[in-house]
């Protein structure tokens, strides 16, 4: 339901970069980027109000983001790390709904 | 500061036994949000209910069913005559007012599991 997360696996090395993309359908304002982990449950990496703001989360180090535009929100390692190996979850929210978040389905990423 | 804290890490229940999932929260807001969100074994996060802080009226949905208390800080949900498809990881979420940032904060889950 309107949110597409690519891709949804990746395996990658130590040290090399990675983009995480996300992309929503439902035009609403909110976009978070969460990574979850075993026995810490979700946790906010960056979150973005408008397109061109962004702002931290509770886990931002290591990483960066880019909203785009007002649909794409993207998530980018610089510099891999075995710590970052996590489900990432991209979700959307809008003050006008009434659901709370919508999440993507996640994406799996590994870094050996 | 925000918080939500779920107990309890696992629970295992026989089918068609009622269980309940506790959730504790903290907040200094006076309007916030309590969400709680399905994730089975597939691993996509299923919203399943949002309750207002100025509505303490409890909230049935079929086998589901919401006890929200303000005077203890607990949003609690209960799954009567469980089936093994309620198999899963269940958060419970606060969240902030609309225009807010960084708008929830997940508990930590609570694995369920119904034994056939």
Known sequence: AGITQSPRHKVTETGTPVTLRCHQTENHRYMYWYRQDPGMGLRLIYYSASEGTTDKGEVPNGYNVSRLNKREFSLRLESAAPSQTSVYFCAISDPGTTGGYTF????????? | AQKVTQAQTEISVVEKEDVTLDCVYETRDTTYYLFWYKQPPSGELV???RRNSFDEQNEISGRYSWNFQKSTSSFNFTITASQVVDSAVYFCALGRRPNTGNQFYFGTGTSLTVIP
Do not use: Q
């Not at chain 1, 993507?104 to 050996?112: D, E, F, H, K, N």
């Open chain 2, 47 to 49: 919203f399943l209910i």
């Open chain 1, 104 to 112: 993507g389905s996640g994406t799996r990423l590994t870094v050996v």
